[in-house]
C-alpha cells in the first residue's frame, strides 16, 4: 500500500513552529517512502477560523518549500458527512443520543466505548495500552448539531486514505478513542506515530514567551527557511553520526520514524541561529543580496544606495551575517549619521589615552597608501607610541568609524569606508565621544 500522510492545521491563528515540525516530518516521511503528502484544513471552528488564518498556514508551507500532492480538503465542507456517520453509529448501536447535562439545549450524540483494554504500537513510542476502566464514553456531535474533532478527523482521515498519522504527542490519549472509533466502522486503522513535544530550557512547552515561536516570526527576523526547515527536522529526529546540516535530498534519504526520539526536544535559538548562519554564509552572492534587499525594503537609507558599493558591502558581511535582518547595522557604511551603542561608546571609547590615540592614527593614515597592510602598520606603530600593546587600540577604533562593536575585518571594513570616512569618524569620536 502506498503511504499517505496529511497535515491538518485549524487555521486559528499564527502557525507553530511545534505544528510545522509535524508537517516536515510528514512531508519527509512521505518522500522518503515514495507516498503522498496531503493537506486537510480543520476549519470547523466557526469564529475562529479565518481566511488570513488560513493564508499563514499557505504562506508558511510555500516559505519552507513545504508542497502537497493533491487538492486541499476543507473540513467544513464535509459536515455533512460526518453527521451521517455519526447517525450510522447510532444505528448500529456504537453511539447514542443524550440531553448531555440535562441542559435541555438539545441532544448530543456520544461515542460508546466498547469496555475493553484498549491497546495499539506506536510507531515512536512502541506499544502503548489502557485500562478499559479508564476509557470514558465521548462526545462526538454536540448539541449545536456540530461534530467534535474526533468524529471529523476519522471520518476525514477514512475519505482521504490516509495510511501513517504522525502528530504530536498531545494527542496519544485521542488515539485510543480513535482507534475505538475505527473499529466500530469496520475500517482499519491507519499506524500512529507520536512526536514529542518542543520544550524550552526549563522542560516546559515552548511557546511566545521564550522567543519566536511563530513560523512568521522566523521569516521576518531574517532567517533562512531552509536553515529553519533543516534544523525543526532534527528536532526529535537523528538522522545517524555527527550530521547538522543537510539538504532537503539527504534528510529525505535518511528520514525514518525509528530514529524519531521519544522524548521532548529543547528548542535553542542560538543553535539555530549558528545554522542559519551556516546557510548564509553558504548561499549565492546575488541570492543573499536579493534576500538582504527585501529586509532592507522599509529602510530609508538603503534605498537609493549605490549599487556597486552595495555589492562590495554585501560580500564582505555575508559571512557575518547571522541573520538577514543583522543588514539593517550597515547603516554605518552609507550614512554619516548612524547610532552608535553606548555600552559600545563606554567601553572603547571614554578611557583615559584613546583621545590622543585616535587622533594620532588619524594624522598618520593621511597621505599613506590605504590598503589593509599599510593600515594596520600604522595602528601598530600608533599603539606602540601611545604604550599600548599590538591589538589594543582595534575595539575603540572599530566604535569610532562604525558606531558598534563586531563587525568584519577591521583593516577590510576600514579600506571599504575610504581614508576620508574613516578620518572624518576618527576625529569626530576624537572631539565628541571620547573622555578626557
Known amino acids: 500500500?502506498?503511504?499517505?500522510?496529511?497535515?491538518?492545521?485549524?487555521?486559528?491563528?499564527?502557525?507553530?513552529?511545534?505544528?510545522?515540525?509535524?508537517?516536515?516530518?510528514?512531508?519527509?516521511?512521505?518522500?522518503?517512502?515514495?507516498?503522498?503528502?496531503?493537506?486537510?484544513?480543520?476549519?470547523?471552528?466557526?469564529?475562529?477560523?479565518?481566511?488570513?488564518?488560513?493564508?499563514?498556514?499557505?504562506?508558511?508551507?510555500?516559505?519552507?518549500?513545504?508542497?502537497?500532492?493533491?487538492?486541499?480538503?476543507?473540513?467544513?465542507?464535509?459536515?455533512?458527512?460526518?453527521?451521517?456517520?455519526?447517525?450510522?453509529?447510532?444505528?448500529?448501536?456504537?453511539?447514542?443520543?443524550?440531553?448531555?447535562?440535562?441542559?435541555?439545549?438539545?441532544?448530543?450524540?456520544?461515542?460508546?466505548?466498547?469496555?475493553?483494554?484498549?491497546?495499539?504500537?506506536?510507531?515512536?513510542?512502541?506499544?502503548?495500552?489502557?485500562?478499559?476502566?479508564?476509557?470514558?464514553?465521548?462526545?462526538?456531535?454536540?448539541?449545536?448539531?456540530?461534530?467534535?474533532?474526533?468524529?471529523?478527523?476519522?471520518?476525514?482521515?477514512?475519505e482521504m486514505k490516509i495510511t501513517h498519522i504522525i502528530r504530536g504527542d498531545d494527542h496519544v490519549e485521542n488515539t485510543f478513542k480513535h482507534v475505538a472509533l475505527y473499529e466500530a466502522l469496520g475500517v482499519t486503522p491507519p499506524k500512529y506515530g507520536h512526536l514529542p513535544m518542543i520544550v524550552n530550557a526549563?522542560?516546559?512547552?515552548?511557546?511566545?514567551?521564550?522567543?519566536?515561536?511563530?513560523?512568521?516570526?522566523?521569516?521576518?527576523?531574517?532567517?533562512?527557511?531552509?536553515?529553519?526547515?533543516?534544523?525543526?527536522?532534527?528536532?526529535?529526529?537523528?538522522?545517524g553520526g555527527d550530521r547538522e546540516k543537510m539538504t532537503r535530498a539527504e534528510m529525505i534519504e535518511a528520514f525514518t520514524l525509528d530514529r524519531v526520539k521519544s522524548g521532548p526536544s529543547q528548542m535553542d535559538l542560538v543553535k539555530l541561529t549558528h545554522m542559519n548562519s551556516e546557510y548564509v554564509a553558504g548561499m549565492p552572492q546575488d541570492d543573499f543580496i536579493a534576500r538582504v534587499k527585501d529586509v532592507l525594503a522599509g529602510a530609508d537609507w538603503a534605498r537609493n544606495v549605490d549599487e556597486n558599493f552595495f555589492r562590495e558591502v554585501a560580500a564582505l558581511m555575508q559571512s557575518r551575517t547571522h541573520l538577514y535582518s543583522y543588514a539593517a547595522g550597515w547603516k554605518y557604511f552609507f550614512m554619516d549619521d548612524f547610532d552608535y551603542e553606548e555600552k559600545s561608546v563606554n567601553k572603547g571609547l571614554k578611557k583615559e589615552g584613546i583621545r590622543q590615540a585616535l587622533s594620532s592614527l588619524a594624522s598618520a593614515l593621511e597621505g599613506i597608501d590605504f590598503s589593509v597592510g599599510t593600515i594596520e602598520k600604522i595602528i601598530h606603530e600608533t599603539e606602540l607610541a601611545a604604550g599600548a600593546k599590538q591589538g589594543k587600540l582595534n575595539f575603540s577604533i572599530r566604535v569610532a568609524i562604525t558606531g558598534c562593536a563586531t563587525g568584519a575585518g577591521l583593516y577590510e571594513t576600514m579600506v571599504l569606508l575610504g581614508r576620508d570616512k574613516v578620518l572624518k569618524r576618527l576625529r569626530h569620536a576624537a572631539e565628541k565621544l571620547c573622555g578626557e
Open 1 to 158: 500500500m502506498s503511504v499517505r500522510v496529511r497535515f491538518a492545521p485549524s487555521p486559528t491563528g499564527n502557525v507553530h513552529i511545534g505544528n510545522i515540525r509535524t508537517a516536515i516530518f510528514n512531508w519527509l516521511f512521505a518522500r522518503h517512502e515514495g507516498g503522498k503528502f496531503l493537506l486537510r484544513v480543520e476549519d470547523t471552528d466557526r469564529e475562529r477560523s479565518t481566511p488570513e488564518a488560513l493564508q499563514a498556514v499557505l504562506d508558511a508551507l510555500n516559505w519552507l518549500g513545504i508542497d502537497y500532492d493533491e487538492e486541499p480538503l476543507y473540513q467544513s465542507k464535509r459536515i455533512g458527512v460526518h453527521l451521517a456517520i455519526a447517525e450510522k453509529l447510532v444505528q448500529n448501536g456504537h453511539a447514542y443520543k443524550e440531553d448531555k447535562g440535562g441542559t435541555g439545549k438539545g441532544e448530543c450524540i456520544i461515542f460508546k466505548m466498547p469496555g475493553k483494554d484498549a491497546v495499539y504500537t506506536d510507531l515512536v513510542k512502541g506499544e502503548l495500552r489502557k485500562e478499559a476502566k479508564d476509557l470514558k464514553d465521548f462526545v462526538i456531535v454536540r448539541s449545536d448539531g456540530t461534530p467534535t474533532f474526533h468524529l471529523a478527523n476519522i471520518a476525514d482521515d477514512i
Open 202 to 239: 526549563q522542560g516546559k512547552p515552548y511557546s511566545k514567551r521564550d522567543g519566536a515561536a511563530f513560523v512568521g516570526d522566523f521569516k521576518s527576523n531574517g532567517f533562512h527557511p531552509d536553515a529553519l526547515f533543516n534544523y525543526l527536522a532534527l528536532l526529535g529526529w537523528s538522522p
